[in-house]
């Protein structure tokens, strides 16, 4: 619950921000599929570590959670602002994007233990590097999906 809320109020900051810097107005409600599609991926992910627990079900809430749940939104961002780029520099952006969002979900939960003294979040020594494995590979998996439904659902071009 406490994860899905401060997804909420990072993807509504993040937008107010994009809309302030980009100073331009675009439809936010127009792709609101992906966003829902995202929070439902992250509490799926969340009943699944539930479910599973231990050092699997943790992978597999970091891969959907994380990886898949941020390409969800990074989706719904390139198609809301209409952000064109070959599906290179759009696999290294999302790749920073994931990285990115892993590393403050590191820092938040080393802050946790640290500041706030809510125990060890950590499984074991290797717990944020298999995390940000896990961001990383759901990452992939969904972009590789999503790039693969858009080959199966365009039309093929007629040869003149």
């Given at each position: 619950m406490g994860r899905a809320l401060l997804t909420i109020l990072f993807?509504?900051?993040l937008l107010w921000w994009l809309q302030w810097e980009f100073k331009r107005?675009?439809?936010l409600r127009k792709y609101w599929r992906w966003i829902v599609a995202a929070l439902l991926v992250?509490?799926?992910?969340?009943?699944?570590?539930a479910v599973i627990g231990g050092v699997v079900g943790n992978f597999?809430?970091?891969?959907?959670?994380g990886g898949i749940m941020t390409t969800l939104f990074f989706i719904y961002l390139l198609k809301t602002y209409a952000i064109q780029m070959s599906w290179r520099?759009?696999?290294v952006v999302l790749y920073a994007f994931v990285s990115a969002l892993g590393v403050i979900n590191e820092l938040a939960e080393y802050a946790a233990?640290?500041?706030?003294?809510?125990?060890?979040?950590?499984w074991d020594s290797h717990d944020t590097w298999r995390d940000l494995v896990a961001n990383t590979s759901g990452a992939l998996l969904a972009?590789?999906?999503?790039k693969l439904s858009l080959l199966w659902t365009?039309?093929?071009k007629t040869e003149k």
């Open positions: 993807i509504v900051a107005q675009v439809d992250q509490a799926l992910s969340g009943i699944a570590f597999i809430y970091h891969a959907v959670g520099v759009e696999l233990e640290f500041f706030i003294g809510v125990g060890t979040l950590s972009w590789g999906l999503y365009q039309k093929p």
